[in-house]
């Protein structure tokens, strides 16, 4: 007999204690140190992006000594028209790298160099002094960085990051022809 299937709760089945609702907790931010609520449903904020400095990272320090640095990405697409015409799209991103990470964005990476990032969205908000306007800026904040391999002289060296050693070849061993005799492959 199959297993039964669980069925929604109704007058007779009903447990009230069964499940209880989700406490709605705060989170710290770790930039500004604020409490901020959790969301109540699933969310993701993940950015992946491979590019190429426009810039040196422009270094700061906060008054408790962590080290920020800020980057500028550019991503190139390349598309066809439906005319035929191959065209070029470029899309700045600016990044932005906490403490150690930070640092060493700072000592090794300089305009030009291929990078890749892996973080998160977090949108600023301001208030514009001239025009009395609220502006705002999306950018992403790190939470990984990879060096990747330079087009000057470095091709197929990775940059940073481990690369794990390669193993030597497996010898696979072969099976014996009756194999498929040991077995009662028959359907019953």
Request: proline fraction near 9%; charged fraction near 30%.
């Amino acid at each position: 007999m199959p297993p039964q299937a669980q069925r929604p709760p109704t007058r007779s089945n009903f447990q009230p204690n069964a499940r209880k609702p989700v406490q709605q907790s705060s989170l710290r931010d770790s930039e500004s140190g604020e409490n901020k609520p959790r969301s109540s449903g699933p969310v993701l904020n993940k950015v992946m992006l491979i590019g190429t400095l426009t810039r040196d990272p422009e270094m700061k320090t906060t008054p408790k000594g962590s080290s920020i640095a800020n980057l500028s990405l550019a991503m190139n697409r390349f598309y066809t028209t439906e005319q035929g015409e191959r065209r070029e799209e470029t899309t700045f991103v600016d990044v932005e790298l906490w403490g150690r990470q930070a640092e060493i964005a700072g000592q090794y990476l300089r305009k030009g160099r291929p990078v890749y990032i892996e973080g998160r969205l977090k949108l600023d908000t301001w208030d514009d002094k001239e025009t009395n306007q609220k502006r705002s800026k999306l950018r992403v904040v790190g939470e990984t960085l990879q060096f990747l391999s330079s087009r000057e002289g470095q091709e197929g060296q990775s940059g940073g990051g481990y690369q794990r050693p390669v193993p030597p070849p497996q010898r696979v061993r072969e099976t014996p022809d009756s194999f498929d005799d040991e077995f009662d492959m028959s359907p019953r």
